[in-house]
């Protein structure tokens, strides 16, 4: 008598043990499993480095004495030491042309990309956008294309600088000679021409892409 024929498909002995057939079970609708894996926060493996970041934002935020610390306190400090600095020794302008030079590097990056696809904008996404130091200082940077917004940084430290001694600078004093020159500096190595505004009375400074 012959032997009834088996079934199509592999031999059993060569099926994993334990799991479900081929076909069975897996995402539903036969979807690969790195689709059903759940959002990512982007600090994964740096969860300690974050940690720290947040301990120390709350460590200088709930410093109030003498006055209400912010995030870039010690970043307006030393632009306001070093400011202070070039204007008692009559070293301003060349303070604020070893600026621009140490961000040649950087700007030379960015006008290379400005001449190959003749957008301008991407000089205020390099100078603001993509630099902490830029967007660090101002903590209420807002952009929008062909603008940026922010309040002008330094107004408060300097203000408490002033009464201990410190600074001798007024605001508009320090803007004219250090932040508007920077910021056309920047534009001029970038081949672009910018419109920075005065420091408005709600303390804000627009600057805008001329065309």
Excluded at 57 to 65: G, V
Excluded at 70 to 98: P, R
Excluded at 124 to 131: H, K, N, P, V, W
Aim: a neutral charge; aromatic letters at 6%; glycine letters at 12%.
């Amino acid at each position: 008598m012959n032997e009834p024929q088996r079934s199509a498909g592999p031999p059993p002995h060569t099926r994993a043990a334990g799991g479900p057939p081929p076909g069975v079970g897996g995402p539903p609708g036969g979807m690969p499993p790195a689709a059903m894996e759940g959002p990512t926060s982007g600090f994964e493996g740096r969860e300690d480095m974050l940690g720290r970041a947040v301990a120390l934002a709350i460590r200088t935020l709930k410093d109030a004495q003498p006055y209400q610390h912010e995030m870039n306190d010690a970043l307006v400090k030393m632009h306001l030491n070093a400011v202070q600095f070039a204007k008692n020794n009559g070293t301003v302008a060349q303070f604020v042309k070893h600026d621009v030079k140490t961000m040649m590097p950087m700007l030379s990056r960015m006008k290379g990309i400005i001449d190959k696809t003749g957008n301008k904008e991407i000089a205020l996404i390099g100078m603001f956008d993509r630099t902490t130091c830029l967007y660090q200082l101002c903590l209420d940077l807002a952009g929008s294309p062909g603008r940026r917004e922010f309040t002008f940084p330094f107004s408060t430290v300097l203000s408490i600088g002033k009464r201990i001694g410190q600074f001798d600078m007024t605001d508009q004093e320090l803007h004219e000679i250090w932040l508007k020159p920077r910021l056309q500096g920047y534009a001029e190595v970038l081949g672009v021409q910018l419109n920075v505004s005065d420091i408005g009375p709600d303390g804000k400074v627009v600057v805008t892409l001329v065309d």
